[in-house]
């Protein structure tokens, strides 16, 4: 049975900082794209960062050099820094494991809430 389970989410003022975690279990760990999502109320859900097998990372282009995305592939944990949070960073955020067609995983999301 395939878990991804988000940590880390909450309330934090602009100029703050906050670090999700998901921890996978079911899935052979290292093998899988990881990335994290987002969705925003009334909006479509974003990709927001990733990182694939070799490290190789993406982001979308609002959260460049104020988000770090990483993988500890001992501890089967992907997990994402986020830095200089600005209130249109508030969203659900989502753990995402992917390999090829079925192989497509979500965890429950975790909310972040960026405000004063």
């Known amino acids: 049975q395939v878990q991804l389970v988000e940590s880390g989410g909450g309330l934090v003022q602009p100029g703050g900082s906050l670090r999700l975690s998901c921890a996978a279990s079911?899935?052979?760990?290292?093998?899988?794209?990881m990335g994290w999502y987002r969705q925003a109320p009334g909006k479509q859900r974003e990709v927001v960062a990733g990182?694939?097998?070799?490290?190789?990372?993406n982001y979308l282009y609002s959260v460049k050099g104020r988000f770090t995305i990483s993988r500890d592939n001992v501890k089967n944990t992907v997990y994402l820094q986020m830095n200089s949070l600005k209130p249109e960073d508030t969203a659900v955020y989502y753990c995402?494991?992917?390999?090829?067609?079925?192989?497509?995983?979500w965890g429950q999301g975790t909310q972040v809430t960026v405000s004063s």
């Open positions: 995402n494991a992917y390999y090829s067609g079925a192989h497509n995983y």
């Open positions: 079911g899935i052979n760990f290292q093998d899988y794209t």
């Open positions: 990182i694939t097998r070799g490290d190789y990372t």
